[in-house]
């Protein structure tokens, strides 16, 4: 089987649904389109060396050079029906039940679930997600930004590492819970949200992916991102609020995906997080990799605290006890670069935290010389974007900034951030909605390694 009909016979089976039954959709309502629609088109800066494209301008206040995804991309070609493509895999995805991992192992091996798929092009994927969402407005167009006010230029033996945080918005609460009163329902139809997910995720490619709000894990990002050639973990909620909801597609938690090429796994730690020695419902995964291109070691965390206002000294409990643990993690490694404190750690998360709350001071003063990524879009690199979520409920209107990437400032730089979508781009009726499929802003940056003097000598 060539890989064109290979891909579009592994996506066609998320057309049915995890209970089996056939997609369904109703017309869409030109009236509940807030965006304008556009021409989909694949971005190939991942493809071309990451960060590529041409120069769309700089913003001289800001210092940052603003590198656009869209100069001179070419448009994909688009076939006239997208009902091949949702056909087959899903037979095998529902034959039969999917084993779940233990919930808290500690450690685990470099080896995904039991799936024999074949692999994938992640292009001609891209290009199918496409053709599918065709009757939907484009995503909001997002630029690379380079804080240095240059394009870095990566040696070989020192490439970029792209990073992507996001909160997709589980299925079951944007549908059930969650009350977005100026999104229409139709526009949270999994048939075609979860090709807007993924459309996003083969846009930028990243070599590490942290996903919250993930009640598609088995069904979905797991067989999908495992043909792409990512490996994947996942920690479900204990009491997940998605069990709350009929027809539910089971536990909302955290995933982690990294790139099998690029890394392979040391350890792995599913954490479920305490304040004040009590267990929570909030979880944490911590995964130490090591990077295939320069032989050095990674932490990578992904988490979501606790949501709603009034739960702040909770949130700040979870971030102190994860903290703790990643200290405890990365002392353990047991190399040169652990014992010297050196083994850098990228921390991804939907924090449900303001800037000005006591879990965020905790994160930027915490001796692990942790920063914030998302603070080197601001014109003095020491503020934080004005949102990473944006939408509206029944209690009102609600623009926040939540979401984080934390990364070692001493031992890791950032190359360049994905920007922040206007207001104009994001539209009156906010998120989610037909042009992007969830609540919360996906964040991305590449960083790479800090030269160490031994290793120039």
Same mark, same amino acid.
């Given at each position: ?14 057309? $049915? ?37 041409? $120069? ?16 001179? $991309? ?62 939907? =407005? ?99 909620? =204990? ?11 089971? =536990? ?30 909030? $979880? ?136 922040? =979508? ?36």
């Amino acid at each position: 089987m060539n890989p064109a009909r290979r891909c579009s016979a592994f996506f066609g089976q998320l057309c $049915v649904s995890s209970r089996g039954g056939p997609a369904t959709r109703g017309p869409f309502s030109p009236v509940a389109v807030s965006a304008p629609a556009g021409t989909r088109c694949c971005h190939p800066d991942r493809a071309t060396g990451g960060g590529g494209g041409a $120069v769309n301008g700089t913003r001289p206040q800001l210092k940052l050079t603003r590198i656009s995804n869209s100069a001179a $991309v070419p448009v994909c070609p688009m076939g006239a029906s997208s009902s091949r493509l949702f056909g087959t895999l899903a037979q095998t995805l529902n034959s039969a039940p999917l084993a779940q991992p233990d919930l808290y192992p500690e450690e685990n091996s470099d080896q995904d679930l039991d799936q024999d798929l074949a692999e994938i092009d992640p292009d001609q994927l891209l290009r199918e997600c496409e053709e599918a969402l065709q009757s939907r =407005p484009a995503r909001p167009h997002r630029d690379l930004v380079f804080p240095n006010g240059l394009s870095p230029h990566h040696h070989t033996y020192n490439p970029s590492i792209r990073v992507m945080q996001w909160n997709i918005l589980a299925q079951a609460l944007g549908e059930g819970k969650d009350g977005f009163i100026r999104c229409p329902l139709d526009a949270l139809n999994w048939e075609e949200r979860k090709y807007l997910i993924l459309e996003e995720i083969l846009t930028y490619r990243p070599d590490i992916l942290c996903l919250q709000e993930v009640d598609h894990y088995y069904d979905t990002f797991q067989p999908i991102l495992s043909s792409l050639g990512y490996h994947g973990t996942f920690m479900a909620k =204990p009491w997940s609020p998605c069990l709350d909801v009929e027809q539910n597609n089971g =536990p909302d938690g955290c995933a982690l995906f990294y790139r099998r090429s690029r890394f392979s796994l040391q350890a792995t730690a599913h954490l479920r997080l305490s304040a004040k020695m009590l267990p929570t419902n909030q $979880v944490a995964i911590v995964q130490t990799l090591t990077c295939r291109e320069t032989g050095r070691r990674l932490c990578v965390a992904v988490t979501h605290l606790k949501a709603r206002s009034g739960w702040e000294r909770l949130r700040s409990a979870q971030g102190a006890d994860l903290l703790q643990s990643l200290r405890r993690i990365t002392s353990r490694c047991g190399d040169r670069e652990a014992a010297s404190g050196n083994v850098p750690l990228v921390v991804c998360g939907d924090f449900n935290a303001e800037p000005t709350e006591e879990v965020y001071r905790s994160f930027s003063s915490s001796p692990l010389g942790l920063d914030s990524a998302y603070k080197l879009l601001s014109s003095d690199g020491q503020t934080e974007p004005a949102y990473t979520t944006w939408k509206i409920r029944p209690s009102g209107e609600s623009c926040s900034t939540l979401d984080y990437i934390w990364y070692s400032h001493d031992a890791l730089n950032v190359d360049c951030v994905l920007d922040i =979508p206007t207001e104009e781009q994001i539209g009156p009726d906010r998120l989610p909605s037909y042009h992007y499929p969830s609540d919360h802003l996906s964040l991305l940056c590449d960083i790479s390694f800090r030269e160490e003097h031994h290793r120039l000598m």
